[in-house]
C-alpha cells in the first residue's frame, strides 16, 4: 500500500539541470518529513536534502547553493531541482519519508553526470 516512486534521472552534461520527482501514496503525507539521499558506487549512502512537515529545509554543504529541496502536500509529492550538475553528483537517488516509527523508502533514480 505504501508506495515512493521517483522520477527524473537520466544522463545530463556537466552544468546541466534535472528536477527529480517522488510520488508517495498509501501515507497521510503531511504528516511526514521528508528527504532525498544519494549512493554512488562504492560510496556511502549520503543525505543531501530533508524537508521538515514545517516546510524548513536542510542541505548537505557539498550541495547547497546548488540543490533545493521542495513538497506539494496537495499532490503527495516532493521535488529535488538540482544545478550545475558535477560529474560527482551521479548516483542512484532515492526519496525517504519518515514519521515517528515509520521510515519508508523508494527504489531510487539514476542520475549520471558525463559529457
Known amino acids: 500500500q505504501v508506495q515512493l516512486v521517483e522520477s527524473g534521472g537520466g544522463l545530463v552534461q556537466p552544468g546541466g539541470s534535472l528536477r527529480l520527482s517522488c510520488a508517495a501514496s498509501g501515507i497521510i503525507f503531511s504528516f511526514y518529513s521528508l528527504a532525498w539521499y544519494r549512493q554512488a558506487p562504492g560510496n556511502q549512502r549520503e543525505l543531501v536534502a530533508s524537508?521538515?512537515?514545517?516546510?524548513?529545509?536542510d542541505y548537505a554543504n557539498s550541495v547547497s547553493g546548488r540543490f533545493t529541496i521542495s513538497r506539494d502536500n496537495a499532490k503527495n509529492m516532493v521535488y529535488l531541482q538540482i544545478n550545475s550538475l558535477k560529474p560527482e553528483d551521479t548516483a542512484v537517488y532515492s526519496c525517504?519519508?519518515?514519521?515517528?516509527?515509520?521510515?519508508?523508502w523508494g527504489q531510487g533514480t539514476q542520475v549520471t553526470v558525463s559529457s
Open positions: 525517504n519519508a519518515k514519521f515517528s516509527r515509520f521510515d519508508y
Open positions: 524537508v521538515s512537515t514545517n516546510g524548513a529545509t
